[in-house]
């Protein structure tokens, strides 16, 4: 990718942000705890408005995994929200891991591809 890393704040906050998102999802595999999802929300909110606006290399050559990050995110909101008992039913739990496990896997790539790992 041709993006420059230093000096560009929105950049730098955008890979923060994918930090943040690897520790809530990895933290919500292990432990089940769907209360998380209130601070993956406001994660993912911010890397969707920063990659959105962006235009650079940096935001569009990544454009499939953050597309998997927003819908599986989503999904994993709507199947939580339809749940009709506070703890989350088997059904539930084993759809939201597989949300969870793609949302991963898309952080994963990106990750990847930016060279950080």
Do not use: C, W
């Amino acid at each position: 990718m041709a993006t420059e890393l230093e000096g560009n704040e929105k950049l730098q906050r955008f890979i923060h942000l994918l930090a943040d998102l690897n520790h809530e999802t990895v933290e919500m595999l292990k432990t089940g705890d769907m209360s998380l999802l209130y601070a993956m929300n406001d994660t993912v909110e911010e890397m969707y408005s920063i990659q959105h606006e962006g235009t650079e290399d940096a935001y569009t050559a990544i454009e499939e995994d953050m597309q998997i990050i927003y819908k599986n995110f989503n999904a994993m909101v709507m199947m939580v929200q339809s749940n009709e008992k506070e703890t989350p039913d088997k059904a539930t739990g084993e759809a939201s891991k597989k949300f969870l496990r793609n949302i991963f896997d898309a952080n994963v790539r990106i990750i990847l591809a930016y060279g950080l790992a």
